[in-house]
């Protein structure tokens, strides 16, 4: 149930971004979801993409720093109050959100949200006992 | 008024053939009383009575920190033990510190030199002087108050730290010569602005500053916010502490170097031969008449350039101009020296932390600003802002702790430090003296 997601550290740039997407694109790897957290000095590239070894191992390639962690992919009602209640779960459950970020869908009818918690097996656990749909990682690097 | 009027103003006819005596005896004694100078000029195929000129002096080996790091901590006293009546040593430098020793004589000579300093910069017996110069292993604290007491003024011997309390002290004892560095006289000078203390509720008219290189922007700044004239002073614990050279208030330009006590040189920094007079280059100096701790040809890493004009003062020293940079890497951020491989020091004991930094030192207004870039490995990477944002404050921390400085942390992509032949380049100063 755990997604592979990488994170990559970001000088503050210009170029940097544009940079690791041709890096990317060049091995033939497809972003599925992408989040850029940053502060003054320095960024935090986070992505899911369809092959995490091939894109850890290009970026290192090319110089950049690269780490690979676990997240949680959750399935949204796409209608009103849906993020709202799945928030609830997750608060009611005791679970600490480190950071999230939406995932674009195609269809439109769901929408997904990309959870990063502090313990990620017992976030799954809780979600999965109050019924929320957790998206496997063959799911999600397949959309 | 001058301390020392004889000396001071002693013609260069006969203040030349004064230095070259003592220069001979120095040497000789040196000779036959440290082993490691010996070895030296053995080495050198130098003996004493090869010293017939001034000139003579570059057939001599140079001394650096490093031979006095390698004598740590008495190898380069020329008397015992029991006629050493103070020590003091150099702080804030990798490794062992380097120690210096006075006997009775020394110390009286050293108050002599800090009087004419201090009446060069226009002090009386009939001033108050506040000293913040720190009190203790440093040359600067005592070295100051045993020329000001021996000027016959009333010394206020505050030593460092605690502005609010040092402001109020100056107002209430009505302090009129102040001695510090030039960083913290504006350091002050900012605390009594914010405590609403303006110049005219102190006495303060003269300030005599050292122990790091200033600009001359720094001193228009100080002189206009404390309302004082900012005399600059030169010295260095190895040769003695402060009472090299100073300014005279007169002209403020350049620094009257002592020396009918010290012989300076200015040497070409790669090649280590003598430049000619007027031509910039390293400092080099040679104690002509102290006991315990001589020193020959003491390379400073300071630049500077002799100027040989003659001055409306009266004296007849040399002036050495401002100092405006160090050869070396040693920084002097604030007053306190650091090293790059302290900072190294820093990072390798953080776990994951590689020792990839790059430091940037820069003025921003009179103040220095330390900036070090440090290159995040994978080992301490996370894909949470907080956790870099605490390695950050960590590394932060740690510099201030050790060094007592503080400095902004930068973390950057690895390789994005200048590597130059595989040699990172540690160190980039911007700041323009
Ligand atoms: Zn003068």
């Not at chain 1, 993409?49 to 949204?76: M, P």
């Not at chain 2, 503080?406 to 430090?417: F, Q």
Request: hydrophobic share 40%; glycine share 8%.
């Amino acid at each position: 149930m755990k997604v592979e997601q990488i994170a990559i550290f970001l000088e503050n740039k210009s170029g940097r971004l544009a940079e690791i997407t041709s890096i990317l694109a060049q091995k033939g790897i497809n972003i599925r979801a992408m989040s850029l957290a940053d502060t003054a000095d320095f960024g935090i590239l986070r992505l899911i993409v369809n092959d995490t070894e091939s894109a850890c191992q290009a970026l290192r390639d090319e110089g950049f720093t690269v780490g690979k962690t676990h997240v949680v992919v959750i399935e949204v009602p796409d209608q009103p109050g849906g993020l709202a209640s799945v928030l609830k779960q997750i608060k009611d459950g005791g679970l600490n959100i480190e950071y999230m970020y939406a995932f674009t869908q195609r269809s439109g009818e769901t929408g997904l949200i990309i959870f990063r918690f502090d313990e990620t097996d017992i976030a799954i656990e809780t979600l999965n006992k109050a019924g929320v749909r957790i998206l496997s990682g063959e799911e999600v690097y397949a959309i | 008024m001058m301390w020392d009027e004889e000396h001071e103003t002693m013609p260069r006819e006969e203040l030349e053939p004064l230095q070259l005596r003592r220069l001979q005896d120095q040497i000789a004694r040196v000779y036959a009383t440290v082993p490691y100078y010996r070895a030296k000029m053995d080495e050198a195929h130098v003996a004493p009575g090869d010293i017939k000129a001034l000139a003579d002096i570059n057939k001599l080996p140079f001394t650096t920190k490093e031979d006095l790091r390698k004598n740590y901590p008495f190898g380069l006293f020329t008397v015992p033990l029991e006629r050493i009546v103070r020590i003091h040593a150099s702080s804030g430098t990798t490794g062992k510190p380097t120690v210096v020793g006075y006997t009775k004589r020394d110390i009286k000579l050293w108050a002599n030199l800090m009087s004419r300093t201090l009446a060069a910069a226009g002090a009386t017996s009939k001033d108050i002087i506040h000293n913040s110069y720190g009190y203790g292993l440093f040359t600067g604290g005592m070295g100051a108050h045993y020329g000001a007491e021996n000027l016959g003024a009333t010394v206020v011997p505050v030593s460092g730290g605690n502005s609010k309390r040092q402001i109020t002290i100056m107002r209430d004892f009505q302090a009129t010569v102040l001695l510090s560095t030039p960083s913290y006289a504006l350091n002050l000078a900012d605390t009594m602005a914010d405590m609403g203390v303006s110049p005219s509720d102190l006495a303060l008219r003269i300030g005599v500053f050292g122990a790091e290189p200033w600009s001359e922007n720094m001193r228009e700044e100080i002189e206009k916010k404390l309302s004082i004239k900012a005399i600059d002073i030169y010295g260095l614990s190895e040769i003695i502490g402060p009472g090299v050279a100073a300014e005279c208030h007169e002209r403020q330009s350049g620094l009257h170097i002592m020396e009918d006590h010290f012989l300076p040189e200015i040497v070409d920094p790669e090649t280590f031969e003598p430049l000619a007079l007027g031509e910039k280059g390293e400092l080099v100096f040679t104690t002509l008449t102290k006991e315990a701790f001589p020193v020959i040809r003491y390379r400073t890493k300071d630049f500077s350039r002799l100027l040989t004009d003659p001055c409306i003062c009266g004296r007849t020293f040399y002036r050495m101009e401002k100092v405006t940079g160090r050869s070396d890497d040693m920084l002097i951020i604030r007053g306190v020296n650091v090293f790059p491989s302290q900072i190294e020091h820093v990072l390798v004991s953080i776990e994951g932390v590689e020792p990839h930094y790059q430091i940037i030192v820069e003025r921003e207004g009179n103040m220095d600003t330390m900036e070090v870039q440090v290159e995040v490995s994978e080992a301490v990477f996370s894909d949470e802002i907080k956790k870099l944002e605490a390695l950050s404050k960590k590394i932060q921390y740690d510099i201030k702790d050790l060094l007592g400085v503080s400095c902004r942390i930068k973390l950057v992509e690895p390789k994005s430090i200048q590597r130059s032949e595989g040699k990172a380049q540690r160190v980039i100063d911007n700041r323009k003296m």
